[in-house]
């Protein structure tokens, strides 16, 4: 299985902030990586595909970037809502496999 | 407008099988290029990776969960359905499931809300 590591595990920052969370994958999956946010008591939501395809609908302060085996994510202005965890998954091999997680939280 | 709706035990004994259902609307399960998956997410902890079955029949499984679990669809009922055996209280965790589209060359795209599975005596 592939091993997905992601850093930091959490990240205190304050409103207004640019965070970058990392992502590395223990063999090279191209670009084939996606990003998750998921608030509490919620199902995650896909926030980008392909390392670096915005999905519809999210805001364009999230980017992603990357390819082989390291990826970030990074949000250019922490707002109120995006205090939440947030997760990378790759989908080059089965069987699919997630980071464990960064929780962004308010510092 | 896509909707994943998972249904089943909200408690199973230790040993028994557990049956997930995932009822999907606005698409089909028959489209090329469709694919409905299972992840599950212990209560406090990281999102795993269980199963995944396309369009076309063809299935995915978690090496270290394959002899338990069985992945089915049922076309005429927009259903997909996980069966795993023999749980345990390790397996007590939420279970989702999301929908694939291989045209998109994303990974899952729409998610149900989800559902609590307690593996207890």
């Known amino acids: 299985d592939i091993q997905m590591t992601q850093s930091p595990s959490t990240l205190s920052a304050s409103v207004g902030d640019r965070v970058t969370i990392t992502c590395r994958a223990s063999?090279?999956?191209?670009?084939?990586l996606a990003w998750y946010q998921q608030k509490p008591g919620k199902a995650p939501k896909l926030l980008i595909y392909?390392?670096?395809t915005l999905e519809s609908g999210v805001p364009s302060r999230f980017s992603g970037s990357g390819s082989g085996t390291e990826f970030t994510l990074t949000i250019s202005s922490l707002q109120p809502d995006d205090f939440v965890t947030y997760y990378c998954?790759?989908?080059?091999?089965?069987?699919?496999?997630f980071g464990q997680g960064t929780k962004v939280e308010i510092k | 407008q896509i909707t994943l709706k998972e249904s089943g035990p909200t408690l199973v004994k230790p040993t028994q099988t557990l049956t997930l259902t995932c009822t999907v609307s606005?698409?089909?399960?028959?489209?090329?290029?469709?694919?409905v998956g299972w992840i599950r997410q212990p209560p406090g902890k990281a999102l795993e990776w269980l199963a995944l079955?396309?369009?076309?029949?063809?299935?995915r499984y978690s090496p270290s969960l394959k002899n338990r679990l069985t992945i089915t669809k049922d076309t005429s009922k927009n259903q997909v359905v996980l069966t795993m055996t023999n749980v345990g209280p390790v397996d007590t965790a939420t279970y989702y499931c999301?929908?694939?589209?291989?045209?998109?060359?994303?990974?899952?795209?729409?998610w149900g809300q989800g559902t609590l599975v307690t593996v207890s005596s």
């Open positions: 999301a929908r694939r589209l291989l045209s998109r060359a994303s990974s899952y795209d729409f």
């Open positions: 606005g698409f089909s399960l028959t489209t090329t290029g469709v694919g």
């Open positions: 079955i396309y369009w076309d029949d063809d299935k």
């Open positions: 063999q090279s999956i191209s670009n084939w």
């Open positions: 392909k390392a670096s």
């Open positions: 998954q790759q989908y080059n091999n089965y069987p699919w496999t």
